[in-house]
């Protein structure tokens, strides 16, 4: 479809959601103009941001179909996401009990979203968008220390009943008791203040088994910069969390910290996976923007689609 049509097709998508919802939001934004997917909350409101689609431009189906899965993913931590706790024990743990977290909470706020009803088609969008994160750029290793946060947000997938493409690799991993502890006792948490308690406690036991034979620390899990502070978008920076139980995204910046305390070094080369699923949003739509002459990004005006539902 066109890029246009796609855009507007979006909007109209998450204008039904609201006002199917009833939600306490005082408006939800549409930002098409940045070079980063994300989500900024700004006390009552809420503003989605994705990369400057050409509207000229054919965006194939598939895209369409990621992008609305993303969004809804991430009005879902709005939703159900309370930032406080996990922002706090980022800082107090470090920036891999963060990624934990992180790893923890998507299935669960996912799962929240289908049991609401609040996107009748969400299971179906979740389950595709994870399908085709893990068709274009593979699973990880069992025994990737650094990647256990994004095999958490798989399996926990797995676990809400997703059928994926990939088979389990919990049982090949050598922390497999302790993961499938996290994973179980994350299916049933109520809030994102346990999924932060089970985390810490994940991250106690996997430093644990790793000492005394790997006295380093695993490689910091890099994160992709997000929308920027105080409810700007567009600007890389902090990223959404900053406003204590305001709902938002990735609590907290999530860069620059080593991860964890404990000791230990997982196995494999490369960065590690993100858990959000931005950076697969940013790729998929790279060959769909607004190019200059020199095929650089045309950011252009800011272009905003607003949902005016009243404050409850």
């Given at each position: ?139 990880v290793e069992p025994d990737d220390l650094k990647n256990v946060p994004f095999l958490l947000a798989i399996e926990g997938r797995r676990l809400n009943g997703y059928s994926l493409i990939c088979s389990s690799i919990v049982e090949r991993s050598p922390w497999r008791s302790d993961i ?11 809030d994102t203040a346990e999924i932060v308690r089970i985390a810490i406690e994940l991250n106690s036991r996997l430093q644990k088994a790793q000492q005394p034979d790997q006295p380093e620390q695993p490689d910091q899990p890099e994160q992709p910069d997000q929308p920027g502070q105080g ?82």
């Amino acid at each position: 479809m066109l890029g246009s049509n796609m855009k507007r097709a979006v909007e109209a998508s998450l204008d039904r959601i609201y006002q199917a919802t009833n939600n306490k939001f005082v408006s939800l934004e549409v930002y098409w103009g940045g070079k980063t997917a994300g989500i900024v909350m700004n006390g009552g409101s809420a503003k989605i941001m994705f990369p400057n689609v050409d509207d000229t431009k054919q965006v194939p189906d598939n895209k369409f179909h990621d992008l609305l899965g993303y969004a809804i993913h991430e009005l879902g931590h709005a939703w159900f996401t309370t930032n406080k706790p996990w922002d706090e024990a980022r800082q107090q743990h470090g920036s891999f009990v963060g990624a934990l977290i992180n790893g923890l909470e998507d299935p669960r706020i996912e799962r929240r979203v289908i049991e609401s009803g609040y996107a009748p088609n969400g299971r179906v969008l979740f389950e595709r968008l994870c399908n085709s994160i893990l068709l274009e750029d593979g699973y990880v290793e069992p025994d990737d220390l650094k990647n256990v946060p994004f095999l958490l947000a798989i399996e926990g997938r797995r676990l809400n009943g997703y059928s994926l493409i990939c088979s389990s690799i919990v049982e090949r991993s050598p922390w497999r008791s302790d993961i499938e502890w996290a994973l179980n006792a994350a299916h049933v948490a109520k809030d994102t203040a346990e999924i932060v308690r089970i985390a810490i406690e994940l991250n106690s036991r996997l430093q644990k088994a790793q000492q005394p034979d790997q006295p380093e620390q695993p490689d910091q899990p890099e994160q992709p910069d997000q929308p920027g502070q105080g409810g700007q978008p567009g600007q890389p920076g902090d990223q959404p969390g900053q406003d204590g139980d305001q709902p938002g995204d990735q609590p907290g910046d999530q860069r620059g910290d080593q991860p964890g305390k404990g000791k230990g070094k997982g196995k494999g080369k490369g960065k590690a996976r993100p858990v959000e699923p931005d950076d697969f949003i940013n790729r998929g739509l790279a060959d769909h923007l607004y190019p200059n002459e020199d095929g650089t990004l045309i950011v252009g005006k800011v272009v905003y689609q607003k949902f005016p539902w009243e404050h409850k």
